[in-house]
């Protein structure tokens, strides 16, 4: 009696405690990464609608002054900001399709259990780990005008292919396609290995053409994997620095056809020491890239089509 | 060409075929021409995706006067190994190798950690602004980093982890993606087990250790992929804050510096991008399989 009374007070005591408890332990566990979040990214993110309200002084050491959103429209309105713009849109639909098609190709003929398949597959897979640097190296050398292999080819313009305006900016997307092949193929292949084999033995069964049946049955099926494949081609697309610093360089005569964003943002901030323009730019792509997330997020849930 | 090819892999290896006797001498006939294009095509892609690389090996083993022979040197007559020796010494690859290795396994470990813990919290803790929380995790996915840099190159400065490995790798130590990729794979492990494992005195810890981690393996080595390669691979970040320090600069940027003017060293070059694509390949070759394996768990 006197024992089953304690029980009933200690209980809810006890069970507020453990929740408190339970609630301390949940947010300590967030903080590490909320801390950093906080710092590297939120802070900034906040900071860059100040900064984009700062002009920054002609000369240095004079302060910025505040100009409100007339910077905004003058940077948005300006042609270097336009020709970037085109240029990083031409860049990404040079090569996303290119880069998923192709992966997805190879992945279709390596599906197969063949002799020797193992090797084919290492192969395939291996621009994943040629870095930045080694895949621009690379074709800094094919690509040279002395010497590369473009004279042989008998493509030979003047001034050479990667100081060319108009020739620039493929020769980047062709590098930059051959080193997403790797990544592209390995997506492509999880995403085979994935499906369910009795769908698509039902479809040969019910004499669906192989034509048919690949784009009627294993493509649906795939949708979440090629909407995955998508998301990863779009991201590498409009990260693409490296291979534009190394290939071409700000230096370069063609320098300005390549001007995608990221690297606009990266040669206004550091050459020409301008973090206003730069910041405006920097929430320009940020808007760009909210805007192909929440389209894609819609694609996702009409289109794709989940197995299972 | 590319139907046939494609039959044979849309409809699995283990598609049932009908049994009409005097049919299946012309179908035998006919899978061994569509395994010679198979073949084929295999052999086509190989060849497309390895030619620049072995280009590369070929042209970094060229003496300098061999190098701009038209037509190209397809074969390295006379190789000269030398130029590796050159650039492992002149390109310091071996400092540069050693920094990106160190600054990979800290952005890694951080990564898995911070992820772990934060994907344990959402799944298997009750409190309140739980949801909003998450979602707060997931906004993170939205910002790219380069909108970021502008102010966290400021704030690097200011803490004096300029030309450091703190100023390197802390930025990245905590992802949305992976919390949101390791909350997904907590979810599917029954609640259940949970309630099970605390009846037998696993603590919170313990059952992240020993049941919640080891269940989601494959989403956990697939996340630290991914970490891998994008650390790795990063590139505007080290050029930002690395300044000309040997001690932290990375081989992406020093691979860069090797990049001279002069035509004649290109060998030398191409020699250490050989050199730093090297252990990455091998890895490769080791763990090709896990790799799509790994993918497998988190493309589902």
Same mark, same amino acid.
């Given at each position: 009696?006197?024992?089953?009374?304690?029980?009933?007070? #200690?209980?809810?005591?006890?069970?507020?405690?453990?929740?408190?408890?339970? #609630?301390?332990?949940?947010?300590?566990?967030?903080?590490?990464?909320?801390?950093?979040?906080?710092?590297?990214?939120?802070?900034?993110? #906040?900071?860059?609608?100040?900064?984009?309200?700062?002009?920054?002084?002609?000369?240095?050491?004079?302060?910025?002054?505040?100009?409100?959103?007339?910077?905004?429209?003058?940077?948005?309105?300006?042609?270097?900001?336009?020709?970037?713009?085109?240029?990083?849109?031409?860049?990404?639909?040079?090569?996303?399709? #290119?880069?998923?098609?192709?992966?997805?190709?190879?992945?279709?003929?390596?599906?197969?259990?063949?002799?020797?398949?193992?090797?084919?597959?290492?192969?395939?897979?291996?621009?994943?780990?040629?870095?930045?640097?080694?895949?621009?190296?690379?074709?800094?050398?094919?690509?040279?005008?002395?010497?590369?292999?473009?004279?042989?080819?008998?493509?030979?313009?003047?001034?050479?292919?990667?100081?060319?305006?108009?020739?620039?900016?493929? $020769?980047?997307?062709?590098?930059?396609?051959?080193?997403?092949?790797?990544?592209?193929?390995?997506?492509?292949?999880?995403?085979?290995?994935?499906?369910?084999?009795?769908?698509?033995?039902? $479809?040969?069964?019910?004499?669906?053409?192989?034509?048919?049946?690949?784009?009627?049955?294993?493509?649906?099926?795939?949708?979440?994997?090629?909407?995955?494949?998508?998301?990863?081609?779009?991201?590498? $697309?409009?990260?693409?620095?490296?291979?534009?610093?190394?290939?071409?360089?700000?230096?370069?005569?063609?320098?300005?056809?390549?001007?995608?964003?990221?690297?606009?943002?990266?040669?206004?901030?550091?050459?020409?020491?301008?973090?206003?323009?730069?910041?405006?730019?920097?929430?320009?792509?940020?808007?760009?890239?909210?805007?192909?997330?929440?389209?894609?997020?819609?694609?996702?849930?009409?289109?794709?089509?989940?197995?299972? | 060409?590319?139907?046939?090819?494609?039959?044979?892999?849309?409809?699995?290896?283990?598609?049932?075929?009908?049994?009409?006797?005097?049919? %299946?001498?012309? +179908?035998?006939?006919?899978?061994?021409?569509?395994?010679?294009?198979?073949?084929?095509?295999?052999?086509?892609? @190989?060849?497309?995706?390895?030619?620049?690389?072995?280009?590369?090996?070929?042209?970094?083993?060229?003496?300098?006067?061999?190098?701009?022979?038209?037509?190209?040197?397809?074969?390295?007559?006379?190789?000269?190994?030398?130029?590796?020796? +050159?650039?492992?010494?002149?390109?310091?690859?071996?400092?540069?190798? +050693?920094?990106?290795?160190?600054?990979?396994?800290?952005?890694?470990?951080?990564?898995?950690?911070?992820?772990?813990? @934060?994907?344990? %919290?959402?799944?298997?803790?009750?409190?309140?602004?739980?949801?909003?929380?998450?979602?707060?995790?997931?906004?993170?996915?939205?910002?790219?980093?380069?909108?970021?840099?502008?102010?966290?190159?400021?704030?690097?400065?200011?803490?004096?982890?300029?030309?450091?490995?703190?100023?390197?790798?802390?930025?990245?130590?905590?992802?949305?993606?992976?919390?949101?990729?390791?909350?997904?794979?907590?979810?599917?492990?029954?609640?259940?087990?949970?309630?099970?494992? @605390?009846?037998?005195?696993?603590?919170?810890?313990?059952?992240?250790?020993?049941?919640?981690?080891?269940?989601?393996?494959?989403?956990?080595?697939?996340?630290?992929?991914?970490?891998? !390669?994008?650390?790795?691979?990063?590139? !505007?970040?080290?050029?930002?804050?690395?300044?000309?320090?040997?001690?932290?600069?990375?081989?992406?940027?020093?691979?860069?510096?090797?990049?001279?003017?002069?035509?004649?060293?290109?060998?030398?070059?191409?020699?250490?991008?050989?050199?730093?694509? @090297?252990?990455?390949?091998?890895?490769?070759?080791?763990?090709?399989?896990?790799?799509?394996?790994?993918?497998?768990?988190?493309?589902?």
């Amino acid at each position: 009696m006197i024992r089953g009374v304690e029980l009933a007070e #200690a209980g809810p005591v006890r069970r507020r405690a453990r929740r408190v408890r339970e #609630a301390g332990l949940g947010y300590l566990l967030l903080l590490p990464a909320l801390c950093v979040f906080g710092v590297f990214v939120f802070y900034p993110f #906040a900071r860059n609608f100040k900064l984009a309200l700062y002009q920054t002084p002609p000369y240095p050491n004079l302060p910025s002054t505040y100009v409100g959103l007339h910077q905004v429209g003058q940077v948005l309105s300006s042609s270097n900001f336009l020709e970037s713009l085109v240029t990083t849109v031409l860049f990404v639909v040079f090569i996303v399709p #290119a880069g998923l098609l192709i992966g997805l190709f190879l992945a279709v003929v390596a599906q197969r259990q063949l002799r020797g398949i193992a090797a084919y597959r290492v192969i395939f897979s291996s621009t994943v780990v040629t870095s930045v640097a080694v895949s621009a190296l690379v074709f800094y050398s094919l690509m040279n005008p002395v010497v590369g292999l473009l004279p042989w080819l008998g493509i030979s313009p003047h001034p050479s292919v990667l100081e060319n305006t108009t020739w620039a900016l493929p $020769a980047v997307a062709v590098m930059a396609v051959w080193q997403f092949i790797g990544m592209s193929f390995i997506i492509m292949s999880a995403g085979l290995q994935a499906l369910p084999e009795d769908v698509l033995e039902a $479809a040969k069964v019910d004499g669906a053409s192989t034509w048919t049946s690949f784009w009627r049955v294993t493509v649906p099926l795939l949708s979440p994997t090629l909407f995955f494949a998508l998301v990863v081609a779009m991201i590498y $697309a409009f990260q693409t620095f490296g291979q534009i610093d190394i290939l071409i360089g700000y230096q370069n005569a063609a320098y300005e056809h390549v001007n995608v964003l990221i690297y606009n943002i990266y040669t206004t901030l550091v050459y020409e020491e301008n973090p206003g323009r730069a910041a405006v730019m920097s929430i320009a792509l940020f808007a760009i890239t909210l805007v192909l997330t929440v389209l894609q997020l819609r694609i996702l849930e009409r289109r794709v089509h989940y197995g299972r | 060409m590319a139907a046939d090819a494609l039959s044979a892999t849309a409809l699995g290896p283990s598609a049932p075929h009908a049994s009409v006797p005097d049919a %299946s001498a012309r +179908r035998r006939r006919s899978r061994r021409g569509r395994l010679a294009v198979r073949y084929a095509l295999l052999t086509a892609g @190989a060849l497309i995706v390895l030619f620049p690389m072995y280009m590369t090996v070929v042209n970094s083993l060229l003496a300098p006067a061999l190098l701009d022979r038209q037509p190209p040197l397809l074969f390295p007559v006379h190789p000269i190994w030398d130029t590796y020796v +050159r650039a492992w010494t002149m390109g310091h690859l071996g400092v540069y190798l +050693r920094n990106s290795v160190i600054q990979t396994a800290i952005i890694v470990t951080g990564q898995l950690v911070t992820s772990i813990l @934060a994907a344990y %919290s959402f799944v298997f803790l009750r409190y309140p602004l739980r949801r909003t929380l998450f979602i707060v995790f997931l906004s993170t996915m939205m910002i790219p980093f380069e909108v970021t840099m502008i102010t966290n190159l400021d704030t690097i400065d200011s803490l004096g982890w300029y030309n450091s490995f703190q100023g390197l790798t802390v930025p990245f130590l905590a992802t949305g993606f992976g919390t949101f990729l390791l909350r997904q794979a907590f979810l599917q492990i029954p609640k259940d087990l949970k309630e099970a494992a @605390a009846l037998d005195g696993y603590g919170h810890f313990r059952f992240l250790a020993r049941v919640a981690v080891p269940l989601a393996r494959p989403v956990v080595a697939a996340l630290a992929v991914f970490s891998f !390669l994008s650390a790795w691979n990063q590139y !505007l970040w080290p050029l930002l804050v690395t300044g000309d320090n040997d001690n932290v600069r990375t081989v992406q940027i020093g691979l860069k510096a090797l990049q001279g003017s002069q035509i004649q060293d290109l060998n030398v070059t191409l020699a250490g991008a050989v050199i730093a694509v @090297a252990p990455l390949l091998i890895l490769l070759v080791i763990f090709q399989k896990q790799l799509v394996r790994s993918l497998t768990g988190a493309v589902k």
